[in-house]
């Protein structure tokens, strides 16, 4: 079995700045692309970014220039570096990670439990 960590959200004022992370623990061969998505109120769960082992990143739109995913492969651990927040931005982030364990032939896709960040205007 594998545990995705998250930790890092909270509240700030529009322009401001918060960074998520993601710990992945427990079975773990290796992981392909990890995520992060995030849930609105009333809304579909979206994409908001992806990194692949190698480092190869993808955005929303909505997100491009203010959001840096990064991550670091010794420690099972992606990050999201959130600047020029907006209130349109608050919802509940989540991580996701594409792993592969020990003693499976396959991938399987893992979740965290979601961290809210709220931005006030």
């Known amino acids: 079995q594998v545990q995705l960590s998250e930790s890092g959200g909270g509240l700030v004022q529009a322009g401001g700045s918060l960074g998520l992370s993601c710990a992945a623990s427990?079975?773990?061969?290796?992981?392909?692309?990890m995520a992060w998505y995030r849930q609105a109120p009333g809304k579909q769960r979206d994409l908001v970014a992806t990194?692949?082992?190698?480092?190869?990143?993808n955005y929303a739109d909505s997100v491009k220039g203010r959001f840096t995913i990064s991550r670091d492969n010794a420690k099972n651990t992606v990050y999201l570096q959130m600047n020029s927040l907006k209130p349109e931005d608050t919802a509940v982030y989540y991580c996701n990670a594409d792993v592969l364990s020990h003693g499976r032939a396959a991938n399987y896709d893992y979740w965290g439990q979601g961290t809210q960040v709220t931005v006030s205007s």
């Open positions: 990194i692949t082992s190698g480092g190869r990143t």
């Open positions: 427990g079975n773990i061969f290796y992981i392909n692309v």
